[in-house]
């Protein structure tokens, strides 16, 4: 598995090279490209899908309360819930820009198939997390799909990271859940009682069946609200030429 993992950081990074030179080749129509403007449509889908990613880990915690998996110890105060937003959103955002930004732009060059980016850099993504078991390797897998799935339906990569960030902070400065196996220190204190179902146990809910259904959920609400709320006028959108060898 370990070398697995050091062939997949070997991929990444170089993807990731052959991505940032194609960019700064590509500098004058990056934005065209990749929609990384701010502006009304991008911020709409960066809020519409903020607000899934919370949403559904609002349903993960509530589940899991209800069922008896979960008890409330003590909470915190909510300065250290609010300091913790830059954090996030700088690893949400960081994480978007190089997977699905620099690594797509890098597969589709190579190879000219976007559904090929979708689902090699998924697979990046996932190896990149280093996962424990089946469960956790196949929710990381659907996270990669739904992360790439929200760039592709919504044309945005603001509204992956709207997503990848309310899912994260949600989970662990919020709800005070483990975040990939990280402790959290959440407003919430939290008795967890380790069941690979509903939880994850001391992976997060990433590591539980309940998380996968949940990520498919995320991907199912992409496709309901993409068509309706995504960036309608993007011809140029990804519009990058397979290599010419």
């Given at each position: 598995?370990?070398?697995?993992?050091?062939?997949?950081?070997?991929?990444?990074?170089?993807?990731?090279?052959?991505?940032?030179?194609?960019?700064?080749?590509?500098?004058?129509?990056?934005?065209?490209?990749?929609?990384?403007?701010?502006?009304?449509?991008?911020l709409l889908g960066f809020h519409i899908m903020g607000l899934a990613g919370a949403a559904i880990m609002f349903l993960i915690f509530l589940t899991n309360k209800q069922l008896g998996f979960v008890q409330i110890e003590s909470t915190n105060n909510w300065i250290s819930s609010i300091k913790q937003i830059p954090k996030d959103f700088i690893s949400a955002f960081?994480?978007?820009?190089?997977?699905?930004?620099?690594?797509?732009?890098?597969?589709?060059?190579?190879?000219?198939?976007?559904?090929?980016?979708?689902?090699?850099?998924?697979?990046?993504?996932?190896?990149?997390?280093?996962?424990?078991?089946?469960?956790?390797?196949?929710?990381?897998?659907?996270?990669?799909?739904?992360?790439?799935?929200?760039?592709?339906?919504?044309?945005?990569?603001?509204?992956?990271?709207?997503?990848?960030?309310?899912?994260?902070?949600?989970?662990?400065?919020?709800?005070?859940?483990?975040?990939?196996?990280?402790?959290?220190?959440?407003?919430?204190?939290?008795?967890?009682?380790?069941?690979?179902?509903?939880?994850?146990?001391?992976?997060?809910?990433?590591?539980?069946?309940?998380?996968?259904?949940?990520?498919?959920?995320?991907?199912?609400?992409?496709?309901?609200?993409?068509?309706?709320?995504?960036?309608?006028?993007?011809?140029?959108?990804?519009?990058?030429?397979?290599?010419?060898?």
């Amino acid at each position: 598995m370990d070398f697995i993992i050091s062939i997949n950081v070997l991929l990444f990074l170089v993807l990731s090279v052959i991505g940032i030179f194609y960019s700064i080749k590509q500098r004058t129509r990056l934005v065209e490209l990749t929609n990384f403007q701010i502006d009304r449509e991008t911020l709409l889908g960066f809020h519409i899908m903020g607000l899934a990613g919370a949403a559904i880990m609002f349903l993960i915690f509530l589940t899991n309360k209800q069922l008896g998996f979960v008890q409330i110890e003590s909470t915190n105060n909510w300065i250290s819930s609010i300091k913790q937003i830059p954090k996030d959103f700088i690893s949400a955002f960081g994480q978007e820009v190089f997977f699905r930004v620099f690594v797509f732009i890098a597969i589709i060059y190579l190879s000219g198939n976007k559904l090929i980016a979708l689902s090699l850099s998924s697979v990046i993504f996932c190896l990149a997390h280093s996962p424990m078991n089946l469960i956790s390797f196949s929710s990381y897998f659907i996270a990669g799909l739904m992360y790439g799935l929200t760039f592709l339906k919504f044309k945005s990569i603001w509204a992956a990271t709207g997503l990848h960030f309310t899912w994260n902070y949600f989970q662990g400065a919020i709800f005070g859940f483990p975040v990939s196996k990280g402790i959290s220190n959440g407003y919430f204190n939290l008795n967890i009682e380790d069941n690979w179902i509903w939880n994850g146990g001391y992976i997060g809910p990433e590591g539980s069946v309940f998380g996968i259904i949940c990520r498919i959920l995320i991907i199912i609400i992409i496709f309901l609200l993409a068509n309706k709320y995504g960036i309608k006028k993007s011809i140029k959108f990804l519009d990058i030429k397979k290599k010419e060898w």
